[in-house]
């Protein structure tokens, strides 16, 4: 209903002869995977072939009142048919937006991410990105940002056009604060989710979980930072939610030296369950972060884990991107599962006492052969490790991702 009122607006004020802009993109990709969940035996094996259409329509009415279109048609061959990569043709954002550039009130079909996307992201990896219908304002405070917002997650569906509805089954609500700090920059935020009958490795429970977060980043020089804390509590079901997370990145790069290498280390950890049926559910949930949130095989999520990377970047051209990064996974606790980028269950704690869950390395190339024309691909290798093993199928995943993308 949201959408369909900015439409009109939309539409009504294109009459009237607003200024428009029109521009859109076109992102073709092969994808393939060895088989999903460690297991060769998987039907979601194989090669799949997915292709990203979107045009959007910016209108400007007055210089306090602006709105958006985006039309989107993702599809996908091969071996799956999920809506994080199918949804034949539907609104993918429809607002008005009423303020000025840096105070506004925007209501309708919106894209959001917050800082890093550690907890809210657009999850761009997957061929349908993340989309809320509510509202949003962002109001500048000096050298300060506030971004308060009430949003209700939009259900893809697969088959169908212009079917997509909101869900007030899963509704995020907050405060994000953003300014200058003495030193780099500083990000306080304020985050209310609510999850109707959401699996966790205590049962499954309505989940009402706030969460308190600091983040601070910046650069000094060939130095550059970005590091994270949360706390979350509430109610799922009976249980009471305790959980927290610690992630840090840090990095160096020689801009004077030949391929101008970058070499960074993040080491991130999230809290996982330690005692099921004593009334506190301790497992970390991410919300909804970015999709490939350790490596580009999108397998494991930040629940319950101990992750460290080390990477490599080298740029031999200002258009040229190439990079090798590892990463080295561990369970937090030994009472608690693994679990995906959703906050969905993979392996459940029984059948071993392994903290060791997997290693993974990935390579790839970004060639941005023009403003309008980009080239990646990816190759990545996840190997298992104790944990896995003693728990179920224990194959190596092989994985390939081939990406050209259109933009205007």
Not at 119 to 130: M, Y
Request: aromatic content about 12%.
């Amino acid at each position: 209903m949201v959408a369909g009122w900015c439409w009109s607006v939309c539409a009504a004020a294109a009459q009237e002869g607003p200024r428009l802009s029109f521009s859109g993109e076109i992102r073709e990709r092969a994808t393939y995977l060895s088989g999903n969940g460690f297991d060769d035996a998987n039907p979601d094996r194989g090669w799949s072939l997915t292709q990203r259409l979107r045009f959007q329509i910016d209108a400007e009415v007055a210089p306090a009142l602006r709105g958006r279109i985006n039309l989107l048609s993702a599809v996908q061959t091969g071996f799956s048919d999920s809506p994080v990569d199918r949804n034949v043709l539907d609104l993918h954002e429809a607002y008005v937006e009423v303020g000025s550039e840096d105070r506004f009130v925007r209501l309708g079909r919106q894209e959001m991410r917050l800082g890093s996307q550690r907890l809210v992201g657009w999850r761009d990896g997957t061929n349908v990105r993340r989309v809320w219908d509510g509202v949003r304002g962002v109001f500048a405070l000096g050298d300060a940002t506030l971004d308060a917002f009430a949003l209700q997650l939009v259900d893809v569906e697969t088959t169908g056009a212009f079917n997509d509805t909101s869900d007030d089954d899963r509704v995020l609500a907050g405060l994000y604060w953003s300014g200058a700090a003495p030193v780099g920059n500083l990000h306080l935020y304020y985050l209310f989710a609510g999850f109707d009958d959401r699996e966790n490795i205590e049962g499954t429970a309505d989940e009402r979980r706030q969460t308190l977060g600091l983040r601070s980043f910046g650069e000094n020089g060939p130095w550059a930072w970005n590091a994270e804390a949360a706390y979350q509590f509430g109610r799922a079901g009976r249980d009471d939610i305790r959980a927290w997370t610690i992630a840090a990145d840090i990095s160096h790069q020689w801009r004077d030296r030949p391929l101008k290498p970058r070499l960074g280390l993040s080491a991130n950890v999230a809290s996982g369950d330690s005692d099921r049926g004593d009334g506190r559910l301790e497992t970390f949930n991410a919300l909804y972060p970015r999709g490939s949130y350790f490596s580009d095989i999108a397998l494991l999520g930040p629940s319950n884990f101990i992750n460290l990377r080390p990477s490599l970047q080298m740029f031999p051209r200002d258009d040229l991107l190439v990079y090798v990064d590892m990463n080295f996974f561990w369970r937090l606790d030994r009472n608690d599962g693994i679990y995906s980028p959703s906050g969905s269950l993979l392996r459940g704690p029984e059948g071993s006492d392994a903290r060791y869950v997997n290693t993974s390395l990935s390579a790839g190339v970004e060639w941005q052969a023009r403003d309008d024309v980009l080239f990646s691909a990816i190759y990545a290798r996840s190997h298992p490790g104790d944990f896995i093993r003693e728990t179920g199928p224990s194959d190596p995943i092989d994985f390939i991702e081939l990406t050209i993308k259109f933009t205007f």
